[in-house]
């Protein structure tokens, strides 16, 4: 996991900003990745590699200096609005949201242990909350897996699939709609467990998932 403390980094910028006499306004976007596994590039060895890694090395080759902060993995939906509304990291971001936009990736994991519909009031409140201190927010969707279907219903993977999009639309955030766009049924792209994305997937994912990011930061609150 690659933890971040929001309140640390806040501490250590305004040591920064006396010392050298910077302007904040001069710092570059700080971009939160809030999800599970596959946005935390589980498996992926090389730190250079990882979906992050590769997505801020698009970035500032395409003129967009960010900051990217993995807040580590959050397996459910119910773990993910946890860290924002009870965490001290969470609790900092909200204090100090200029700046920021969030990424979040949550919700597959959660068929084996909740509802879909407390899937959706989770995800409903994380989005609620920081559209309440407007951080501009990409929703990232996934495909439900297939046991989720054999134990929930047939329907379970259609219902699950509009739901990323219905919240989007319900909080005006961005939307892209499958995280593993590009990887999906290419199997030379995936690890061995033939699920999360090998280093090569991750590189595809950043890449597809690149333009939407300079929308997203397009949308940035300022400090």
Not at 109 to 134: E, P
Request: proline fraction near 4%; glycine fraction near 8%; include cysteine.
């Amino acid at each position: 996991m690659r933890d971040v403390s929001f309140l640390a980094l806040a501490a250590l910028s305004a040591m920064l900003g006396l010392a050298g006499n910077v302007d904040a306004e001069d710092a570059p976007p700080a971009i939160v990745t809030l999800g599970d596994s596959y946005i935390n590039s589980y498996g992926v060895l090389a730190a250079t590699e990882t979906f992050a890694a590769r997505l801020k090395s698009g970035l500032t080759a395409a003129g967009h200096p960010v900051t990217i902060f993995e807040v580590g993995y959050r397996d459910t939906s119910e773990r993910g609005l946890a860290w924002l509304a009870e965490s001290k990291d969470g609790l900092g971001l909200q204090a100090n949201p200029a700046n920021h936009v969030v990424i979040i990736q949550l919700g597959q994991n959660d068929c084996a242990r909740i509802d879909l519909k407390d899937t959706q009031a989770n995800l409903d409140q994380i989005l609620s909350i920081l559209a309440q201190k407007r951080v501009p927010v990409l929703v990232v969707g996934t495909a439900a897996y297939d046991y989720c279907s054999s134990r929930l219903g047939a329907d379970y993977a259609e219902l699950f699939s509009k739901m990323f999009s219905e919240l989007a639309t319900k909080h005006g955030d961005l939307l892209y709609a499958d995280f593993k766009t590009g990887v999906t049924g290419h199997p030379e792209l995936l690890q061995a467990d033939k699920d999360h994305p090998n280093a090569a997937g991750d590189a595809i994912i950043a890449r597809n998932m690149l333009p939407m990011v300079e929308a997203l930061l397009a949308q940035v609150q300022p400090r």
